[in-house]
């Protein structure tokens, strides 16, 4: 596409480390897989008057993640013209997981909250319910009242009820 669009100059910006260093010349490569690959680049390569790459790790590019996602999910049938894509930047992020209505009016966290507490489960849980439980509890921590996700990409996310995640959403 950029050389299509005439550009003289381009920066590509990549999460592999190998790869930008092995596209270089910087390091060997042991993948046979993976030769074809670069010797296309750098076919392509002399197109350009300046080309750069540079390596970003993938948790500090979470919009080009994101953004790449969602291009794997559309289908475009005309492959010559592809709808822009607006992007609104928040000052005050909110992930949701999904929301559902708990059946017996307790947060779905409840049972894990309390195990996390005091380290016990229910009377007559049964002991898929009690793996079931001591797994999810491995990405979860109490700090106080309040039930945290650890995230490798985003921090903490706060566990919420399904009264306060619709007000999140509003």
């Known amino acids: 596409m950029a050389i299509d669009m005439i550009v003289h100059e381009l920066l590509v910006i990549g999460y592999s480390n190998l790869l930008i260093h ?32 540079r390596h970003t790790p993938r948790i500090q590019n979470e919009l080009a993640d994101a953004l790449s996602t969602i291009a794997s999910m559309i289908k ?16 005050h992020p909110v992930h949701c997981s999904h929301v559902e209505a708990e059946p017996d009016g307790l947060p779905w966290y409840f049972y894990i909250k309390k195990y996390l507490e005091s380290k016990n489960y229910l009377e007559d849980a049964t002991s898929n319910q009690k793996k079931s439980i001591r797994r999810m509890t491995l990405n979860l921590f109490l700090s106080g009242e309040i039930l945290y996700r650890k995230n490798p990409n985003l921090g903490l996310l706060g566990c919420v009820d399904v009264v306060e995640a619709a007000k999140l959403i509003e």
């Open 76 to 91: 475009h049938l005309d492959t010559d013209y592809i709808d822009p894509l607006d992007i609104e930047l928040k000052e």
């Open 22 to 53: 092995q596209v270089q010349g910087e390091w060997t490569m042991k993948n046979s897989k993976i030769i074809p690959y670069v010797l296309y680049v750098h076919k392509l390569w002399k197109s350009f008057r300046k080309i750069e790459f």
